[in-house]
């Protein structure tokens, strides 16, 4: 609590004289007092109801500038307003972007409020705090147009969302409690005009720039990274003020470390890189120094909007599935000191082709088939279908990947027993090719299918098989033998319903198993044989009250 207490104290005086630092040699005036440009029909009692505090007459404005004749402001000439009598005014942000589940805590009350979940379009007050989870992110829009994006497992607490009346200016102030951050901030237009990140070690503030903020995790640093403008990072006893391409950490207590340089980006493996359509594969040569590298991709008309980011250590990654538009890929190579380097960015488009709609094997479906067929929808204007199957949700290493023309597939090659996946994209006229469906599992059993034979019937000399009904369109070879092996057949036929009659054969043990043959011709492996026990022929042929006729099962 002591060390946080002194930390406070230390910020402080650095806060007071972000002002000064920012404007470089600005001076004292300047910095405490919003320039305004006279135009024609302004008078000071109209400028005084617009912008300044109640309780701050429209003489003393005329006093402070030294204006002889209240009645004639000439156009174009300049006027001076003291920061401190300005209006202020609570300034809400806007969320203009959320992916995955972000929480909004609100102020502490007396009796704790519950958190609402956040949704595009929600605005977010002084006090209020917001909670990214694992894979979400939150863009926010502040009332100058500066756009802040939230990262996942960040906790963000806002203490000052305020405007200075129609100046333009505004007072924007958070703590970044844990996670990450992307800032863009529109330039200051007026000396009031504040940016400010805390973190538990440190305080960047800037006046028009765009950078990345982070509460070091498990005992790292907090980190500050300036891709463009100038960011003053102030921290125990020091501060330090960076530039574009230069970052710099703080651990708790002590004074931000000196400038240094990032990373440089990452160049792009062009032969091993594939964006034009999903999923997209990305390859980049390694960077000295580098311990690490974090993707982005955003959309590339609003680089604040995050759609997937994740960390890794190899020069490849693959992106299955992402939302269709127009988008921006970017890498970085992370430092062993937690710093981000610069970015390697690339723009690609996700064509907005609806998957096709899976029809068989259904979600979960067990198959006894080890060359199971696929069967999907076809959407309007589209020609052709990309199919996948793997062992792994991930698709990582398809065992499958093929162009199909009609809505069926059956593979060449049989899959041996366990559990697969499957999904299907769309290609139209053009060679366009959109985003995948959902993977759906299914399994492959080598238990052959039980036809469901019945017992058999014998009247007149005629011997009726009958069996469970397959699908639509199936049709079945049946075989008759005396040898389980079914070396030496009595009878092969292939009928089209689920039964076959036949004269009587002799008396004693026969065999009988069934195979099922697709439309397309496709035979799946025999069902599991059966015996079959005839009474001897002069028993059937006495009409004999006990003459049993069994079917057992091998």
Known sequence: MRAARRLAAARRPFAAALGGLLLLGSGLAQA???????????TLWDLGAK?????????????????ADPYHLPPGSRMQFPIGWLRIEPAKARVVAVRGAVNLLPPAAATPLPAKLVSEGMHIGIGSRLETGPGASATLEFADGSRLLVQDNSSVVFDQLSSYGSTGMVDTRMRLRRGRTLNRVI???????????????????????????????????????????????????????????YGTVAAAGAAPAAPIALLPAPSWADADTRLEQLPAVLAWAPVPGAVAYRVEVVRDDAPEVLLFETRTQDTRLRIDDLPAGRQ??????????????????????????????????????????????????????????????AADEQFAQPLIDTEVDGQRFRPSLSLPSGKYYWRVASRDAQG?????????????????????????????GRLTLRWQKGEPGQRYRVQIARKPDFSTLLL???????????????????????????DDGYAAPFGPSQEIRLPCRLCYGAGAAGAVLLLLAL
């Open 32 to 42: 405490e007092d919003w320039a305004y440009r006279v135009r024609p029909g302004d």
């Open 328 to 389: 921006r890929v970017r890498v970085r190579a992370v430092a062993d000191n937690g710093l981000g380097g610069r970015d390697s960015e690339r723009s690609f488009v996700v064509h907005d082709l609806p998957p096709p709609l899976t029809i068989s094997p259904l979600d979960g479906q067990r198959i006894g088939l080890p060359r199971p067929r696929f069967e999907w929808t076809l959407a309007q204007g589209v020609e052709r279908t990309r199919l996948q199957v």
């Open 432 to 460: 366009r090719i959109g985003r995948f469906g959902n993977a759906l599992p299914f399994e492959v059993s080598d238990a052959p299918a039980d036809p469901g034979l019945e017992a058999p019937q014998a009247a007149q």
């Open 187 to 245: 330039p200051a237009k007026g000396p009031a005009s504040r940016y400010i990140i805390d973190t538990p070690s440190a305080t960047s503030s800037v006046r028009g720039t765009h950078f990345r903020v982070s509460a070091g995790d498990e005992g790292a640093p907090d980190a500050t990274e300036v891709l463009e403008g100038k960011v003053a990072v102030g921290a125990g006893p020091g501060q330090v003020l960076l530039r574009p391409g």
């Open 492 to 518: 092969e036929e292939v009928v089209d319903v689920p039964q076959i009659e036949l004269k009587r054969p002799g008396s004693g043990r026969w065999y009988v198993r069934v195979q099922t043959v697709e």
């Open 51 to 67: 912008h300044l505090k109640v309780g701050i007459n429209w003489r003393k404005l005329q006093e402070y500038n030294r204006i």
